[in-house]
């Protein structure tokens, strides 16, 4: 089996639960991409199930190709480029620690509000979706190091009068269901606007960038790691600027934009693994490496490949 194959379907359908910075239970996790905040248990009972998927998917846990979910796509986390291959900075993340701990793996296309679901119901092996840790997600999975720290931004069109978080008061943010940047925008609704704020909530971060270019939200709070990119490749949007949760929090040269929120993403397994120690040495001695750096660089920085 070749370490790095990749699969091309398997959605998962299910009714609507929430999607991260991207979150988890009801995942809930950009995510979470794929999202700070914690997402609350949905209740649902619905199993997620996956349609047109490939007859070579192993069923997991039957052999040592692990199956590990993903809310594909997620741009730069985890998306097929113009020849339908699938690329990102997870996919290179996961090759190269899987690649160092001599274990084959396929990616396993699902909707990201299921994935702790699909993982606690023994459908995939493990979880490596742009996935924030957060204290509710704690108690369902456990995670390995974490690889990839992002923040809450907040984007406004260039030629907006909006200049600092007090400006959006009464206005209308967008945000991608059930991530992190929802929750965020939720509790900067409620304890910095005392409700007076509306928000729009979109099932894909490029859909609320849409609505803010076609003027139907005044701004859009998503992860770092999707707003940059986005920014550095339109003139007409830009952060905003300012002190936050990154400098509140004490973070190691701060960015100059503001950040609702400091979130760290790491890979998930069931609870009681034994794969998260392996896996974590690989990727405690793997970040701050100059391999590292390059897939951060590749995928982070200016425009990622297509």
């Not at 940047?181 to 894909?204: H, P, Q, S, W």
């Amino acid at each position: 089996m070749e370490r790095r194959t990749m699969l091309k379907s398997g959605a998962a359908v299910v009714p609507t639960l929430l999607v991260s910075g991207c979150l988890g239970g009801n995942d809930d996790g950009g995510g979470d991409g794929g999202d700070g905040g914690d997402g609350g248990d949905s209740g649902s009972t619905d199993t997620p199930e996956s349609t047109d998927t490939p007859e070579s998917t192993p069923t997991p846990g039957s052999s040592e190709t692990f199956v590990i979910g993903s809310g594909i796509p997620y741009k730069p986390f985890e998306y097929r480029n113009t020849e339908g291959e699938l690329i990102g900075f997870d996919v290179e993340v996961v090759d190269h620690v899987f690649g160092e701990l001599g274990w084959d793996y396929e990616f396993q296309k699902m909707s990201f509000d299921v994935l702790i679901q699909a993982l606690n119901n023994n459908q995939i092996d493990a979880i490596m979706s742009a996935m924030t840790i957060t204290e509710d997600r704690k108690e369902k999975v456990d995670y390995t190091s974490p690889y990839f720290t992002a923040y809450q931004t907040v984007v406004v069109l260039e030629d907006s009068s909006t200049g600092s978080l007090d400006d959006l008061e009464g206005l209308t943010v967008g945000v991608q269901k059930g991530t992190t940047g929802m929750l965020a925008t939720e509790r900067v609704k409620e304890e910095e606007f005392g409700g007076n704020l509306t928000i729009e909530r979109y099932d894909l971060t490029p859909d609320s960038f849409d609505a803010l270019i076609n003027n139907q939200v005044d701004a859009v709070v998503t992860d770092s790691s999707s707003s940059l990119p986005y920014v550095n490749n339109n003139e007409n949007v830009r952060l905003l600027m300012g002190d936050g949760e990154a400098v509140e929090q004490g973070v190691e040269d701060p960015p100059d934009y503001l950040t609702l929120t400091v979130e760290d993403y790491a890979m998930a397994w069931p609870n009681g693994s034994d794969r998260i120690e392996p896996m974590s040495e690989v990727m405690d001695e793997f970040v701050g490496s100059e391999e590292y750096q390059a897939i951060y660089d590749k995928y982070m920085t200016g425009s990622p490949p297509e």
